[in-house]
Structure formats: C-alpha cells, structure tokens
C-alpha cells in the first residue's frame, strides 16, 4: 500500500518558468512533510519541509503547500532554472515513529533552456 | 565534513555470496537508516537503529541484517545474496526531535547480484 504518491514520473518546464511537483498522502499520522532532490550517482538531499500543523512554507526559490483537507502537497518551484533538473521525492514522517521517511517514487523534473 | 560516508560505492556479487555495506557519519547522529532504491518504488526503508545499541525492522527487512557497531558506523549484511537485492543502497542519518524531521544521506552503494 502506496501512503505517499507522487503520480507524476515527469515534468518538463522551460528555464524561468515555475515548476509544481505534486505528492498524495493517505495516513493522516504524518507529521512532517520532506522534498528531498536527487541527481544521478548521488544520494538525495534534503531541500525543505513543513509540519502538518502549517500549510505553506517558503525558502528562497522553493514553496512547499499543505493541503490537510485533501491530504496533498505541491513544491513550487520559481523561477525553473536548469540546475533543478534531477528527480524530486516527497517523504513524511509518522508522529512517534523515530524519524522513519515513508517516500513515494518520485518526479523526474527537466528543466529546459 | 563528510557527512554520511558509504562504502563500496560499487559491488557485483554472485547469487549466494555475502557481503556487508558499511556506513558511517559524523554529525553526532543517534538516528541511522538503511533504504534501497528500485526503479518506480521510490526509497524503501529495509532496517533502522533509532539509537546506539537498538535495531528495528522496516519495510523490506527480509535477507538482510544489520548492526549498531557504535553511535557513528551502522552496518547492512546480505549473508546469501539474491537477484533480487540488486538495488541501490543508501544509509542515512538523522537527529529526532521537535521540529527536526530531516535525514542525511550517504551516495549510496549500486549493488548487482548476478
């Protein structure tokens, strides 16, 4: 049983443009929400998250939203450059499970001159 | 600052063979994990140790095991290899605490089993 889906395996989006990857959750015991960006050869890295008690958290060119009511969340992305093209996970953690990710399958992103 | 250091980064084994992947970090993390990497699954957790000295099942804990050696090293043993553990390896590690969910990852080890 699939809790975290990111329904997406691509996105294609020109350099400048935003760039809205998308992530499905089902248990409602998360408590925190991860992107983590990941380039070939390489482990992934974290890159920003949210508590499920807030519903948008900003760092620089990077926006996640909290949708608790339709248990979904997006990274925004703006402005698109080339360097963020790599393969984006969502994770969340379970409240009291000692730091345990649950991850979906991830978004290919490309980003386009 | 290395981080989380994996070792090999590359291994070919034969069907039956044993190995063990070795991990460790120097960020003073009492929290480490081990995931494998499958095309179109994502990363599933296979064994994590949550502190020195105590391991837990994850996900996809099966012919695998592991061991605590001490706060900063957390090894992953495959005692007769599969096909199907032809996978990519990462360890990670993390700090628990309020507000503090991120994990740090190794570069993964790209195993075969022939």
């Known amino acids: 049983d699939q809790q975290v889906k990111q329904n997406s395996p691509s996105l294609s989006v020109q350099e400048g443009r935003i760039s809205i990857l998308n992530c499905d959750y089902t248990?409602?015991?998360?408590?925190?929400f991860l992107w983590y960006k990941k380039y070939p050869a390489e482990g992934p890295t974290f890159l920003i998250s949210i508590s499920s008690i807030k519903d948008k958290n900003e760092d620089g060119r990077f926006t996640v939203f909290l949708n608790k009511s339709a248990k979904h969340l997006s990274l925004h992305i703006v402005p698109s450059q080339p360097g963020d093209s790599a393969v984006y996970f969502c994770?969340?953690?379970?409240?009291?499970?000692?730091?345990?990710?649950?991850f979906g399958t991830g978004t290919q992103l490309k980003v386009e001159l | 600052n290395a981080g989380v250091t994996q070792t090999p980064k590359f291994q070919v084994l034969k069907t039956g063979q044993s190995m063990t992947l070795q991990c460790a970090q120097d960020?003073?993390?009492?929290?480490m994990y081990w995931y494998r990497q499958d095309p179109g699954m994502g990363l599933r957790l296979i064994y994590y140790s949550a502190s020195e000295g105590t391991t837990d099942k994850g996900e996809v804990p099966n012919g695998y095991n592991v061991s605590r050696l001490n706060k900063r090293e957390f090894s992953l043993r495959l005692e007769s290899a599969a096909p199907s553990q032809t996978s990519v390896y990462f360890c990670?590690?993390?700090?628990?605490?309020?507000?503090?969910?991120?994990?740090?990852f190794g570069q993964g080890t790209r195993l075969t089993v022939v």
């Open positions: 994770a969340a953690r379970i409240t009291g499970g000692g730091n345990k990710l649950t």
């Open positions: 248990n409602s015991m998360f408590d925190y």
């Open positions: 960020m003073n993390h009492n929290s």
């Open positions: 990670a590690s993390s700090e628990p605490g309020q507000g503090i969910a991120e994990a740090f």
